[in-house]
């Protein structure tokens, strides 16, 4: 069995040549049909697009990307010609939380009073979002959810309009996934009407897909204060980001929200256990993320603790300060733990 992996994807490598018989690896963006034409499996990242170009006229019968998001892969063309995929729900789920939670952190420090009271509205309820809810929920935010594809399976006693949402919330977190079309389409879902609805200034947070808001919307958006901060890490036409908006922003990273080493870690478990299962191969494989350089957190409060294990504000700086190097900063993103990987002591 022959497997192309994306060489960018952590703790693969041993895991992975215990399972194939040849394992060739390449960047996301340098997947190629001739590359592709002989291979049985594909193990990717958002920045390889599955399509028919890529695909047609090769031996791939299963895909598997290590990420929640999935529309970098044609799924109508895939069903069409008979190969499989898979995605990671959920891997990186507390990983974007720990970041949501560093940003709040950091929203709170900025005000200088505590957020408790406010309300913040989470667009999208999966599994990411509903860790952001409880994240927000547990620093004394009132929360209010929209998800109309639940709303419509589970009944509307849980959820809000978005109009809703831009009518009374105080900070506005996205966290869908990015649909063109459909009967929920979110491409574009923050536009200038969105905006325009807005009535308390919220804090604008985009952690989903670049293409769920639209740039030049929010950049008026925060020109004519409609919008009182942003924090983005995701963008339109990425890697070739807005520099406006990179700069007025509060915080603005890498795409990077979801790269704990221990969600990471999570993506590459389910992809290589999804390529296990199509071949009916046993998953006789160890993926554990190394420990951090210092295991113990000496703080005397549980902000100082949290921004110890993970302060935003390194990202967003090195990213303002260099954003042609969006792709290595994302591709080359050092270890980052979550919380359990430490031990915490008063200070």
């Known amino acids: 069995m022959r497997i192309i ?6 703790f693969i490598r041993e895991a992975v040549e215990s399972i194939a018989d040849e394992v060739i690896y390449a960047a996301g963006n340098e997947f190629t049909p001739e590359l592709v034409k ?65 940003v709040l952190l950091l ?11 406010l309300n913040m509205g989470i667009v999208g309820v999966g599994h990411v979002g509903s860790i952001v809810a409880e994240v927000a929920s547990d620093m004394g935010l009132k929360v209010l959810l929209n998800d109309p594809p639940r709303e419509e399976t589970e009944g509307s006693g849980r959820f809000h309009s978005l109009h809703t949402l831009a009518q009374e919330c105080d900070i506005i977190s996205f966290h869908t996934p990015l649909a063109r079309e459909g009967k929920y389409p979110t491409y574009h879902l ?5 905006f325009a609805s807005l009535r308390r ?7 989903s897909r670049g293409e769920v808001a639209d740039t030049q919307a929010l950049l008026a958006a925060l020109d004519n204060g409609q919008v009182s901060d942003a924090v983005i ?19 603005g990273t890498p795409h990077i929200a979801g790269y704990s080493a221990d969600g990471k870690a999570n993506a590459t478990r389910m992809a290589l256990t ?4 199509h071949f009916g191969i046993k998953p006789d494989f160890h993926i554990v993320p190394p420990k951090p350089a210092n295991l113990i957190i000496t703080a005397s409060n549980e902000t100082e603790a949290c921004l110890q294990i993970y302060d935003p504000r390194r990202d967003s700086n090195a990213l303002k300060e260099h954003p042609e190097r969006f792709e290595a900063l994302r591709g080359d993103y050092p270890l980052r733990r979550e919380r359990q990987a430490y031990l915490f002591k008063q200070g």
């Open 38 to 102: 002989e291979a049985d499996a594909l193990i990717i990242r958002t920045r390889t697009r599955c399509d028919r170009q890529l695909l047609e006229g090769s031996r791939v019968q299963f895909i598997a990307t290590a990420t929640i998001g999935f529309d970098h892969i044609d799924t109508d063309y895939c069903r069409q010609a008979g190969i499989e995929w898979a995605n990671a729900p959920g891997c990186n789920a507390a990983s974007v939380g720990q970041y949501i939670h560093s």
């Open 233 to 251: 890490d995701v963008w339109e036409n990425e890697p070739d980001i807005d520099r406006t908006l990179l700069q007025r922003a509060f915080i």
């Open 190 to 194: 923050a536009d200038a009407s969105f």
């Open 274 to 277: 999804a390529l296990c299962r």
């Open 5 to 10: 992996v994306d060489n960018k994807i952590p």
């Open 107 to 117: 929203l709170q420090l900025k005000r200088d009073k505590p957020l408790a009271g």
């Open 201 to 207: 200034k919220p804090v604008f947070i985009n952690t």
